[in-house]
């Protein structure tokens, strides 16, 4: 990435401020056009949102984007929207056994609303905040027995089973640190408490730990920041055995999406155990160990990615090197070999911005590297190249990618890279960036866990 070291968030503003007309245009065209039935939205095909059954984790983003929508614009409709889907569809999400997507799913929406009606955005019963409050308490406690033991403590295990621990998960791990920031008691059994922050500490421990390379000679691929995207464990035992990727090339290059949750996720945890300080067990030895993480995933993020701070599919991709000097031209979409994956961009910029903040007081200079690498990004994330303002295109980001292994992504002809398509994660994250930027230029600063109570 060629960092540009003079943007300015206010510079940004009226390139947020158009996103944000597009958000209203296209979260309410949705909303009226797709059908719930079809299942969730996952992604578009052709410009036109499309379902893929594997499991349900994006729906909390369709209604999220009007929830955070509403608090971009103050647009009453997107509030309607967010509240009555929230209330009609998410239920079944908060009692799904079977995902490590609950901080995904239900942040996004009942997070959200708890969130803006505390901060008075608009007028709430304590019975409706009430509502909100119990199913954040119960999606923590769900999302919380997804756990296995291993010697270092423990991790919340994906979809995959008890043996597979998922980067993505340092995101979604936010659902039990609100579960404890609102004072929830889980139970097992013979009334054994679990404290949800321990447990959600743990968990980044062991991924910051397992799943995050340092250049410190633990294998051949050991590069400074590369990020796995799975992580094997003996569940006989508890050992750690091998790297592995589910939407990755392979366990040994790194799926820039997944970089990109290590981002953000390893910042937001920061964020959080510093507002607790008093309640983390060895609160010194865990934060350096996350600033850690959070440092080595966004330089390798700026390292690896085009000049203009978009980043491809994976860093690792086996033509990506028939593209030639690709780290220092802006990103190709539209090219003959491999698909830049945009969502990894949003999510990573916000990573970067919310890392910017943490070191701000602690080293100012370092701390505008990565606001300035976030801002750069954001900017072409802004351009007409990614975002969608065709409105007849149900998306907002463009050139975002789901499973390139599984070819599960639209080319726009044979033997072209996938490009020109959106997805759920994308435009949420994309919205969310926004409203994080934003409230920054407004001297101000987003939070999920802000004004949860």
């Known amino acids: 990435m060629k960092i540009n070291q003079t943007l300015t968030f206010d510079q940004l503003a009226e390139g947020i401020d158009q996103l944000s007309e597009i958000i209203k245009i296209k979260a309410k065209s949705l909303n009226a056009n797709y ?8 992604f578009t095909v052709e410009g036109k949102y499309t379902t893929r059954g594997w499991t349900e984790w994006t729906q909390g983003f369709q209604y999220g984007i009007s929830i955070l929508g509403f608090e971009l614009t103050g647009d009453e409709e997107l509030l309607h929207i967010g509240k009555e889907k929230t209330l009609n569809e998410m239920a079944h999400h908060l009692s799904h056994f079977g995902v490590h997507d609950h901080g995904f799913n239900n942040i996004s929406t009942y997070g959200n609303l708890l969130r803006l009606s505390n901060q008075g955005k608009f007028e709430a019963s304590e019975w409706e905040k009430e509502f909100y409050r119990l199913a954040l308490k119960m999606s923590a406690s769900v999302q919380a027995k997804r756990w296995t033991n291993i010697p270092e403590g423990g991790y919340l295990y994906s979809f995959n089973g008890p043996h597979s621990l998922f980067i993505d998960t340092i995101r979604t791990a936010r659902i039990l640190l609100l579960g404890h920031q609102l004072g929830h008691r889980m139970l ?10 321990n447990r959600a500490v743990q968990h980044a421990m062991v991924s910051a730990k397992y799943l995050v390379y340092y250049g410190e000679g633990r294998d051949s691929y050991d590069e ?12 006989n035992d508890g050992n750690y055995r091998c790297p592995n990727a589910q939407q990755g090339f392979s366990g040994f290059t790194t799926w820039t999406r997944g970089l990109a949750w290590a981002m953000v996720g390893f910042s937001e945890f920061i ?11 060895d609160y010194a030895n865990v934060r350096e160990t996350l600033m850690k993480a959070a440092q080595a995933t966004c330089d390798f993020y700026i390292d690896n990615s085009a000049a203009d701070g978009i980043t491809y599919w994976d860093t690792g991709a086996p033509k990506l090197h028939l593209l030639g000097d690709w780290r220092n031209r802006d990103a190709e979409p539209y090219n003959d070999f491999e698909p830049v994956d945009s969502s990894a961009s949003a999510i990573g910029a916000q990573g970067m911005l919310r890392l910017g903040r943490l070191l701000l007081a602690d080293d100012p200079q370092l701390s505008k590297k990565y606001t300035q690498a976030g801002l750069t990004t954001l900017q072409a994330l802004l351009t007409d190249e990614y975002t969608a303002q065709d409105v007849n295109h149900q998306g907002l980001l463009l050139h975002t990618i789901y499973h390139e292994p599984n070819g599960w992504d639209h080319k726009p002809q044979e033997g072209k890279a996938a490009a020109g398509e959106s997805s ?4 949420y994250h994309l919205v969310e960036l926004a409203v994080l930027a934003k409230s920054i230029a407004n001297n101000g600063y987003y939070r999920y866990f802000d004004e949860i109570k």
Do not use: C, Y
């Not at 059908?35 to 996952?42: E, T």
């Not at 400074?224 to 569940?235: D, K, P, Q």
């Open 424 to 427: 759920m994660w994308g435009d």
């Open 35 to 42: 059908d719930p039935q079809k299942g969730s939205p996952v």
């Open 271 to 281: 964020e959080f155990i510093d507002a607790h300080k008093s309640a983390v067990k």
């Open 188 to 197: 097992e059994e013979n009334d054994q408490q679990v404290d949800l922050l």
């Open 224 to 235: 400074r920041g590369r990020v796995s995207h799975e992580g094997i464990f003996n569940t």
